[in-house]
């Protein structure tokens, strides 16, 4: 898919957003929404939307999370990458390039490397659309799922409209987080009959490990030549959706032996005059997460939390595996009621040798860079 045509498939998506919730703000409203989550905690807490095109909405959120978070890091140089063995995907190969542009690209490529995959290989098909869950993956703190979407010549695929996992127990759907996906690429081209996607589903430590679970997808798509035209998603009445398409399956219980690993650092640093600590840090298979907290009652007020945001903004997570480093994405960030947290992808069943953090508190300058040791 090329710039233009992602333009137009946003436009697209906040298109139907407005249209099914009833709103008609502006792009930067949906921005300062944002935002405003990200400082009231709101973006950690679930809620069902069973209205069709909200998911683009969290899509749509999360692009701008992380733009929010990310795109400072763009400008800093990569670490040297790590001379890892080459890894086989297998059955999975459909994900590999998919996975490449993903900020779990190392959770993911981690976890197929030490078969910490479960296949699943199960699908349902309704009229022109057929949906297949692929595979998942899961730690304590998070699942992430691989799936993928055909059509028959009536039908092209333009996108997954909707990605849902349901504890069956509990009848509950679990948080979504951030997901990625995009059409089967053959020989340079595109096959717009095929499309794969992977979505993470954050779970919470403090309640029982989940085991029977239901996907729930929809398909969107258009009429056989319509994906190759220019005002393609811009035309609402061109959309065609499937009905939700279920799968249960349950979970490999080999995910919840490896326990989260916690570090209470408590090193204290400055980030715009204002002192900070990093006082917790999680270790899990798929998942780093860093908790940092304010020292005074005062710096939590919104003014002051931007600033320190926008201070320490640019950081990066390089862990050292067989003398080479690998540079661990972070795929967002909440505000919490102590400070705020970051979750990086992970490389923890590699066994590093070390683990560091860095915060650049002067971009571009080396003697502005705060660094912590993590598995000291």
């Known amino acids: 898919m090329n710039i233009e045509q992602l333009e137009r498939r946003m436009q ?11 709103e008609t703000g502006e792009p930067g409203q949906l921005r300062l929404a944002v935002m405003q989550g990200l400082e009231q905690g ?34 800093q140089p990569s670490p040297q990458t790590a001379q890892v063995q080459e890894v086989d995907w297998g059955e999975l190969e459909g994900f590999k390039r998919l996975s490449q542009f993903d900020m779990e690209h190392e959770s993911l490529e981690s976890a197929v490397r030490h078969n910490y995959i479960q296949l699943i290989g ?48 509990a009848g509950s759907y679990l948080e979504t987080g951030n997901g990625i996906s995009g059409n089967e690429v053959v020989a340079g081209e595109e096959n717009y ?53 279920k799968i249960s399956f349950t979970l490999n219980a080999k995910f919840k032996q490896y326990a989260t690993r916690i570090i209470y650092p408590d090193e204290r640093f400055t980030l715009a005059g204002h002192e900070v600590s990093l006082a917790q840090v999680e270790l899990s298979p798929l998942l780093v997460r860093i908790r940092m907290a304010f020292s005074n009652e005062a710096d939590k007020a919104w003014p002051v939390r931007r ?8 950081t990066e997570m390089v862990s050292t595996v067989l003398g080479g480093q690998v540079e661990l994405k972070s795929s967002t960030g ?34 502005g860079v705060l660094r912590f040791e993590l598995l000291e």
């Open 12 to 22: 697209a998506e906040s298109e139907i957003l407005k249209r099914e919730s009833g």
């Open 42 to 75: 709101h973006s950690r807490e679930r809620q069902d939307f069973p209205r069709r095109g909200v998911t683009f909405a969290l899509a749509a959120a999360a692009v701008i999370v992380l733009l929010l978070f990310m795109v400072p890091q763009l400008q």
């Open 122 to 169: 199960k699908s349902v098909q309704s009229g022109a659309y057929r949906v297949t869950l692929d595979a998942v993956t899961a730690d304590e703190n998070m699942i992430i799922m691989l799936y993928s979407a055909t059509t028959d010549d009536s039908q092209e695929v333009y996108g997954i409209s909707s990605a849902r996992l349901k504890e069956s127990g």
């Open 193 to 245: 009959h095929k499309y794969y996607g992977k979505r993470v589903f954050y779970l919470d430590r403090s309640k029982p490990f989940p085991e029977r679970l239901e996907a729930d997808f929809q398909v969107a798509s258009v009429n056989p030549g319509k994906m190759g035209q220019p005002k393609t998603g811009t035309i609402m009445a061109d959309m065609h959706y499937s009905p939700r398409l």
């Open 307 to 314: 600033e320190i945001f926008q201070a320490g903004m640019y």
């Open 334 to 367: 909440f505000s919490t009621e102590a400070g705020y947290e970051r979750l990086y992808s992970s490389n923890m069943l590699d066994d590093p040798e070390s683990l560091e953090l860095k915060i650049r508190t002067q971009p571009g300058e080396e003697d």
